[in-house]
């Protein structure tokens, strides 16, 4: 007996005024197709009405959308309740019921938060704690870094924590998996205490193992983090990033996908995205499958932002995107199913997935920071999960303290200066460290029998990322060192008998030869010997003509264009300057370009830095294109701030990637992760609010910009032709720039 989830999810099709259903067996249908109440019975559950008279009312439902059957099947109910549709399969003379019959979506709520001050007063050991607003109680046990919580179980003294405790009988309680709760810190380092309900999902309707024939359920790896899955009859794809950059123009692939990609994307039956972020979410390359097979099924998560937020805006036609709900099985066919989960860290933008063929399970965590709020099932068949980092443009693109030559800023335990560049690497070297230590625990904890590392495989390839910068400082793509995937994996080897495959582009993975004999010399298949394995050019041109079609867009050409577009961006009441400063490609000013500044807290636009006293940050933005011959290196910038403004707090970007951004009203993704902005702060804080706004909660659609052209149709003679540079008082900056070439 199995229970297939249909939901009334959001989709791109148009919208069906009546309902209908497709039955490919027979059955009989007591609704109409308006709004009336009825129930769809099959044959043999019409034998057993009387005894099963109460449960039938509970199944009436009404239809109003549109559902799909797909299968061979004797018998079936189909039933809804709130928003949810259920088709109830079952066999036989007699009738049985799922203990989980309604397949409800998996929520996070919050129980507990704790300021960074109460989350740094945790003592090593048990602490009890009280959320004041609800009175509920909880334990957090702290051991060195790590937290572990859970409800208050006990009932003695009406569930109160008291210090006399020589009453009790010594018994206790042993928290099970199931019960601990979900901890995790906030951006501002303070702690969250979630529960996920239900906190393991995939558990709902669990299937026993069958044998996999060999060649039944193979993985191809394509490049980054695109999976191609044969499973039985059915193919499935992973976030098909194959062709084009990613974050405007900051990442492209490492990998040369095979020839064919195009030929498979077309025949598979689903594929799934993971979010919105352009090497997993490739409109170029949806754009090129999109014109042989626009009807493709795309399944994503319901995330908090959709993931398919700008798709109306990218020229792709897709009609058949599906926005499923978190923790619900999504039936394929009689062997296949899948369940999208949600990040603990950005629940907003970010999921994960589990794939299950004859109860076989394989997890892929993508990108997600702790998929799941770090509860995941346990020895899996495969299991693949990103590895590399350097997804950030920190620090690679700050400036400033101790990220340039003031060494006043960075000293060692002796007080000796610290040079900026040997902090970036040392930071980085020590970051990419706790990354493989993290994946190779987590990877020990789940024991999964296969383990793959993927998704971490781009390169800054562009000669603008490749080539440097300023302040003499490693280039971007030398400074921005990835984690090897072999040097994970002899990690986790050593750790754990987990078997590991490291992916070339067109390897498969046989999983049932690899679950009976890993040492199976065709278990994995690589590519033919001579296959292209790492990219070494890349079609720039298309893609960078784009990005620079914004600079000389008309919404430019008149200076108000700022107030039009942070009005619409929505950020304010916060205490934060920031200025603009449009560049070159060397990050020198741009000629003609916009050097201004918006304070946060009332949505102004001074010309001269507020005096009171508040966090500045500067951002340049940076032009498109190569300098025919030369290149810039060696800039130093040095600053000093007056006294009434303690805080300097400043970034800085391309002229081609702000414009595109802004006309199109896009996320600063493109910017920031795709180092196309260069930072300082003073002193250095994250300011989470500011990031999370520009990078996730912008608008979902774009400034009118057609509107507000036609305000100056009349009055073309104001148009600003000058920007006039800001006045910083008392802050120095001296710029020593040399050219040399290429």
């Not at 957090?140 to 109160?160: E, I």
């Not at 405007?248 to 995205?273: K, M, N």
């Not at 399970?361 to 509860?375: A, E, F, M, Q, Y």
């Amino acid at each position: 007996m199995a229970v297939l989830s249909f939901t009334a999810a959001r989709c791109h099709n148009k919208e069906r005024e009546h309902a209908s259903v497709l039955i490919q067996s027979g059955f009989s249908l007591y609704a109409s197709q308006e709004e009336d109440t009825g129930a769809l019975l099959g044959e043999k559950l019409n034998q057993h009405i009387c005894r099963y008279q109460k449960f039938l009312e509970e199944m009436a439902f009404t239809l109003k959308s549109r559902i799909d059957i797909f299968g061979s099947l004797s018998s079936l109910l189909l039933v809804k309740r709130d928003k949810s549709w259920e088709l109830l399969v079952w066999g036989g003379v007699e009738f049985m019921m799922l203990n989980n019959f309604w397949s409800l979506e998996q929520t996070t709520e919050i129980l507990l938060c704790l300021s960074p001050a109460e989350a740094a007063g945790l003592k090593e050991g048990i602490n009890f704690v009280r959320n004041k607003s609800t009175g509920k109680d909880y334990i957090l046990y702290k051991k060195q870094s790590h937290l572990r919580a859970c409800k208050n179980m006990c009932k003695h003294q009406g569930g109160l924590f008291i210090k006399d405790i020589e009453d009790l009988d010594g018994r206790y309680l042993k928290i099970c998996s199931s019960l601990v709760l979900v901890v995790e810190k906030d951006k501002e380092n303070g702690l969250l205490l979630l529960e996920l309900n239900p906190p393991n999902p995939w558990d709902s309707d669990p299937r026993s193992p069958e044998d996999l024939a060999f060649g039944e359920v193979q993985v191809t790896y394509l490049t980054h983090a695109c999976m191609d899955l044969k499973l039985g009859d059915k193919r499935v794809v992973f976030d098909p990033w194959l062709i084009g950059p990613a974050f405007a123009r900051g990442w492209w692939l490492l990998h040369e996908p095979p020839s064919d990609w195009l030929e498979r994307l077309c025949q598979v039956d689903l594929i799934y995205i993971s979010h919105m972020h352009s090497d997993h979410l490739s409109y170029p390359t949806l754009k090129k499958l999109a014109e042989r097979r626009s009807n493709i099924p795309i399944y994503v998560g319901n995330t908090e932002r959709p993931v398919f937020w700008n798709l109306n805006r990218s020229g792709v036609q897709l009609t058949n995107i599906h926005v499923v709900p978190f923790g619900i099985w999504q039936q394929v066919d009689r062997n296949l199913r899948f369940m999208i989960l949600m990040d603990g860290v950005h629940p907003e933008m970010d999921t994960c997935i589990i794939v299950e063929y004859k109860g076989h399970k394989i997890l892929n965590t993508v990108d997600c920071t702790r998929p799941n709020g770090g509860r995941l099932p346990m020895k899996v068949d495969l299991m693949m999960s990103d590895f590399a980092g350097g997804a950030s443009g920190f620090p690679m693109t700050f400036s400033g303290g101790k990220f340039t030559g003031n060494t006043l800023y960075q000293r060692d335990s002796n007080l000796n200066p610290v040079i900026p560049e040997e902090w970036k690497a040392q930071f980085i070297k020590t970051e990419r460290k706790k990354l493989l230590n993290y994946k190779a625990r987590l990877v020990k904890d789940l024991q999964p029998r296969i383990y793959c590392p993927f998704a971490g495989y781009f390169v800054e390839s562009h000669p603008s990322d490749k080539y440097g910068w300023t302040f003499s400082v490693m280039y971007i793509k030398e400074t921005n060192i990835k984690n090897d995937p072999d040097e994970l994996n002899n990690l986790i080897k050593k750790n754990s008998d987990v078997v590991t495959w490291t992916p070339r582009p067109g390897a498969t993975l046989d999983l049932g030869r690899m679950l009976k004999d890993p040492t199976d010399s065709k278990g994995i298949i690589e590519p033919p010997e001579g296959t292209k394995i790492y990219k070494d050019s890349w079609d720039f041109g298309p893609y960078l003509k784009i990005l620079n079609a914004a600079v000389g867009d008309e919404i430019f050409l008149h200076a108000s264009w700022i107030k039009e577009y942070f009005t619409w961006a929505g950020f304010k009441d916060y205490n934060l300057v920031v200025r603009m400063i449009e560049t070159d490609e060397d990050f020198n000013p741009f000629p003609g370009g916009y050097d201004y500044l918006v304070d946060f807290l009332d949505l102004s636009f001074p010309k001269e830095r507020p005096s009171r006293e508040h966090p500045y940050e500067e951002i340049l933005c940076q032009e498109l294109g190569f300098l025919k011959g030369t290149r810039g290196v060696d800039t130093l910038l040095a600053l000093r701030h007056p006294a009434d403004c303690p805080y300097l707090f400043q970034i800085r970007s391309r002229v081609d990637v702000i414009r595109h951004v802004v006309k199109n009203g896009l996320l600063w993704d493109d910017l920031y992760i795709g180092f196309q902005t260069r930072l300082q702060r003073d002193p250095d804080i994250y300011h989470h609010l500011f990031w999370n706004h520009f990078q996730i909660k912008l608008p979902l659609t774009p400034p009118n910009w057609k509107s507000f052209l036609t305000c100056y149709e009349q009055s073309k003679a104001e148009i600003s032709q000058v920007k006039h540079p800001i006045d910083l008082g008392d802050t120095l900056i001296i710029c020593a720039i040399t050219l040399s070439s290429i």
